[in-house]
């Protein structure tokens, strides 16, 4: 390699040279030689190629590499793959040539990787057909989604450099499908990174709250760490216990999931930290000398024995071992110790990738069952896209439990799982015949949530066939797509006997059974196809003397030709109405006079970060940018997503919004807090709700405020008052 001269060539040498250290370890000097043969061309492919030209492709390549190594922990193969995924294309670089050069396992990665990185799609449901193609590599090469997770993670570190719609974009789609794919494949830092950098531009303002308090209590916090570790640090010392000591705190979007999920402040969450132990000892010693670390811990602190987790016993279907203990100290906080050894702890680090060092160990084979499992879902032709990612989300479930079948073999499903969910488990015939179980025992409904340690035995009937309402209640994605399988061939059935009726019919009123008469039913009623029909004359749902008067009614008119709709004039598909003159939203800068309403999910006001999405039939909603339903509409309908932002006007327009409030229940409490709602702040009241329990009381407001500075000032002016504990806005 010549010297560099620019900066930008020393900066790549710089990560070369990095990239370089970090695979040392994990790679033969074979592929050490092949890293840096694919370093030379992707680095001459970018200077050569006029699209790559001047740019930091290879800068790009390099970063997404590095993480492959170093985080990931994947060896030279992967690495290789990272370096060229930039440059594989039929000019540039072609798979023929890969496979000359790097031999066949490149070349079944790099396939994988174009094919992902090719797909363009315009279709309604693009990103549920992209994670089919995302996932679908795994049946080849699970280095494939390793590589992508990899990439992902270095595109979110680089988001500040990109347009505010593509950051929200990209952060939307990360935190509804690759950060819950991080985490179910093992990959915690990396899944909690991508979950912090989302949390920092879909939901700035509490972020930058969280981020400033954990920063001013670090001391105190690093001080408490210190003080917590000491004695069980001595007492290892004494037994002769080699472990190392950390603390780690949490993410701070986790710790904003419990402060929304358990209606707390900061100050009332506990646990914002975890102490490590890891130990040095031999494989065969380790599920003992972590026990007798965890005897050592309950020695000086009262562990709570609810909150115990043993993943050593019996380890998470990601391969993920360590027991997990919550103690109490002097003064009452809480502490998270989680105690492992070395090949513990580098499996929860590098998740999959560290299978295959450990390869036999038991742990990798809950990842195949997963990795089958995910097949199995992706290649049923009849899946529909539109609900596959909410299918496949079932699959990336973190918390489980254990049950076991009449025969003592132990089975996993995420919390929540019912019955039928097992029903299905076993085999599909026993789900759709299933009509209750034997759970411990004693009968219980299909519906019945299982708990740990349950022994099931199914209960079945000939006569039980699946129905619509099972899909409501079933957590597991198998038990969900095998029931939506059953019913959608029992409404074919029942659509055959539609037609069939609807045939005799016709005959029977001299009217001719085409494909213009039945296009002509189908626009009326506005279906979406005939099989939908078709069952609805089957089930009786239409009268049939209405469909006689329907067709000869139309037969006394002419047929209007239909009006083509230009392909990709998102504009035109939009209801068109006169908009106020003294509009508060401007929407999208190429659409004008559109029909929107505010979401009543999010209840957005002026102020809120804000975007549109277009609905069918009824124009555009506006939705807050933290809305719950947020990152599911811009990850699956991001082609539907329009900008939207708020602008001022002279007119009085007000919203409603939501406050939650708690504090201690007193005489005159609600009058004190109407008093500073209605009289000092002027603000019209919708509601109000109090409940009050054992002296405290909990309740929630809906107000019309004009914008986010009126409720701010609202929720400081509530807070003041007597007895008051805290205010806040329902999110």
């Not at 988001?159 to 929200?168: A, F, M, Q, S, V």
């Not at 019996?314 to 100290?329: D, I, K, M, Q």
């Not at 209960?459 to 409501?472: A, H, L």
Request: glycine content about 6%; overall charge positive; charged content about 30%.
């Amino acid at each position: 390699m010549k010297k560099p001269s620019t900066i930008l060539e020393k900066e790549i040498v710089s990560a070369y040279q990095q990239l370089i250290r970090e695979c040392k370890a994990l790679s033969s000097p074979e592929e050490m030689k092949s890293i840096r043969e694919a370093f030379e061309i992707a680095n001459q492919k970018c200077m050569s190629s006029p699209k790559k030209a001047g740019s930091i492709a290879i800068l790009n390549s390099l970063s997404v590499a590095r993480i492959v190594a170093r985080e990931i922990g994947l060896g030279g193969t992967s690495v290789i793959a990272a370096l060229i995924a930039d440059f594989v294309n039929e000019k540039d670089f072609t798979l023929k040539e890969i496979s000359e050069k790097f031999g066949d396992k490149v070349t079944e990665i790099s396939t994988g990787l174009y094919r992902i990185s090719n797909i363009k799609t315009e279709k309604t449901s693009s990103q549920a057909e992209n994670l089919r193609n995302l996932i679908l590599t795994l049946a080849s090469d699970v280095r494939v989604i390793l590589i992508k997770l990899a990439e992902r993670l270095h595109h979110m570190r680089s988001l500040e450099n990109l347009p505010d719609e593509e950051r929200i974009s990209l952060a939307s789609e990360t935190r509804y499908i690759y950060s819950p794919l991080a985490h179910r494949l093992g990959l915690y830092n990396i899944m909690s990174e991508m979950e912090d950098i989302s949390m920092k531009y879909l939901e700035p303002e509490p972020y930058s709250e969280i981020f400033g308090k954990l920063k001013a209590s670090n001391a105190q916090r690093t001080k408490f760490i210190a003080e917590f570790i000491a004695p069980i640090e001595a007492e290892l010392k004494k037994q002769g216990i080699k472990a190392e000591i950390k603390g780690r705190q949490k993410a701070i979007s986790s710790i904003w999931k419990k402060m929304k999920s358990q209606k707390v402040e900061f100050e009332e969450i506990y646990d914002k930290f975890a102490i490590r132990i890891i130990i040095d000892t031999p494989q065969k010693n380790e599920k003992a000398d972590c026990w007798k670390v965890f005897s050592i811990i309950t020695d000086f602190y009262t562990p709570n024995t609810e909150r115990m987790r043993d993943w050593i016993s019996v380890p998470r279907s990601n391969g993920y071992e360590s027991l997990h203990a919550t103690v109490v100290v002097p003064g009452g906080n809480w502490v998270e110790v989680q105690i492992r050894s070395q090949r513990m702890d580098e499996i929860a680090e590098k998740g999959f990738a560290a299978h295959w060092k450990y390869k036999g160990i038991k742990g990798e084979k809950g990842v195949d069952e997963w990795l089958a499992k995910v097949r199995e879902l992706l290649e049923n032709p009849d899946m529909d896209a539109a609900n596959l990612i909410d299918d496949f989300k079932l699959n990336l479930y973190a918390k489980e439990i254990f049950v076991f079948t009449p025969n003592g073999d132990l089975k996993k499903f995420p919390e929540g799982a019912t019955v039928l969910d097992f029903a299905f488990e076993v085999h599909t015939a026993v789900g759709a015949s299933c009509v209750g179980a034997k759970v411990n025992g004693k009968n219980v409904p299909i519906r019945y949530p299982m708990k740990n340690g349950d022994r099931v035995e199914i209960i079945r009937s000939k006569t039980q066939k699946p129905k619509q309402d099972w899909t409501n209640f079933v957590v597991t994605s198998k038990a969900k797509s095998k029931i939506k399988l059953a019913l959608k061939e029992e409404k074919l059935k029942e659509a055959e006997n539609g037609k069939e009726i609807l045939k005799r019919r016709f005959k029977n009123w001299k009217l001719e059974f085409n494909d213009p008469n039945i296009r002509k039913l189908i626009q009326h009623y506005k279906y979406n196809d005939s099989v939908d029909m078709y069952y609805d004359i089957a089930t009786e749902k239409l009268d049939l003397l209405e469909i006689k008067l329907i067709l000869s009614e139309q037969e006394k008119t002419s047929e209007a030709k239909p009006v083509p709709i230009e392909e990709g004039a998102l504009e035109k598909l939009i209801k068109n109405t006169q908009a106020e003159s003294d509009d508060y939203l401007v929407i999208d800068n190429r659409l004008s006079n559109v029909d929107y309403h505010l979401g009543k999910c999010c209840n957005p006001i002026l102020g809120d970060s804000i975007f549109g999405f277009v609905t069918i039939g009824s124009g555009i909603t506006i939705h807050r940018l933290n809305c719950p339903n947020a990152g599911q509409l811009i990850s699956k309908y991001g082609y539907r997503v329009v900008k939207a932002r708020w602008r001022q006007t002279e007119g009085s327009k007000t919203f409603l919004a939501s406050i939650r409030l708690t504090g201690v229940d007193d005489i005159g409490i609600v009058s004190n807090i109407s008093d500073v709602i209605a009289k000092d702040l002027k603000v019209n009241m919708r509601s109000i709700s109090i409940d009050s329990n054992d002296g405290m009381f909990e309740g929630t407001l809906s107000v019309f405020v004009s914008d986010t500075s009126h409720l701010d000032a609202l929720i400081k002016k509530i807070s003041r008052v007597k007895g008051v504990m805290s205010v806040k806005r329902i999110e």
